[in-house]
């Protein structure tokens, strides 16, 4: 049965620090990996998306990893801003369409 | 596009009545599917259509728990009767792709207080 962690559970960082967040998963039988950022009262938006043969992708300030032989997975945000304050969850697609969600870590950065 | 659209956005209601969850997904997307957030369990799927038709319902917590999709732009989750436990926020997404490999599109949610 596929399980995702996350570590740490909660992130506290002054603005301006670049931070990393872990995602580990117990199968590398999967066909995705996604991470997503969930405001207070609000959905999930997905930031980063990497297919399983891929081993990372970026967009702006975020660049995730992704090692399936270790499972295992990194989010970086490089100069870290108040506005990334949110929580941020690892997705893994194992097969067909089920996504297992990680707990999420919740990031605070201070101005 | 206005995004995925769920109602209502909060509802209270007394144990042991029906309550009826709404999603409109994105034009266009041909899969949809049914979430639970709670503290205790974190996100869960309930039950995922594809062009309308369930796939796989085995997320579903109960026979109390029921969900249809009468067509591409409708979906409904009911509970009847409503628990106390049945309290969390419920998410509607939507996706493009039949394949699983492109990103869900989450609806605000509908927070939901049973007591």
């Known amino acids: ?111 | 596009d206005a995004g995925v659209i769920q109602s209502p956005r909060h509802e209270v209601t007394e144990m042991g009545q029906e309550v009826t969850l709404r999603c409109k997904p994105i034009s266009g997307h041909n899969s949809l599917f049914w979430y639970r957030q709670t503290m205790m369990r974190g996100l869960e799927l309930l039950i995922y259509f594809n062009n309308n038709v369930p796939i796989d319902d085995s997320g579903m917590p109960e026979d109390r728990f029921s969900a249809k999709m009468p067509n591409a732009s409708f979906s409904t989750l009911k509970i009847q009767p409503s628990e106390p436990r049945d309290s969390a926020v419920y998410f509607c997404a939507s996706s493009p792709d039949s394949s699983g490999q492109e990103t869900q599109y989450f609806g605000p949610g509908t927070r939901l207080l049973v007591l």
Do not use: M
């Open chain 1, 1 to 111: 049965k596929q399980e995702v962690t996350q570590i740490p559970a909660a992130l506290s960082v002054p603005e301006g620090e670049n931070l990393v967040l872990n995602c580990s998963f117990t199968d590398s039988a999967i066909y995705n990996l996604q991470w997503f950022r969930q405001d207070p009262g609000k959905g999930l938006t997905s930031l980063l998306l990497i297919q399983s043969s891929q081993r990372e992708q970026t967009s702006g300030r975020l660049n995730a990893s992704l090692d399936k032989s270790s499972g295992r997975s990194t989010l970086y945000i490089a100069a870290s801003q108040p506005g990334d304050s949110a929580t941020y969850l690892c997705a893994v697609r194992p097969g067909g369409f089920k996504t297992i969600f990680g707990a999420g870590t919740r990031l605070f950065v201070k101005a």
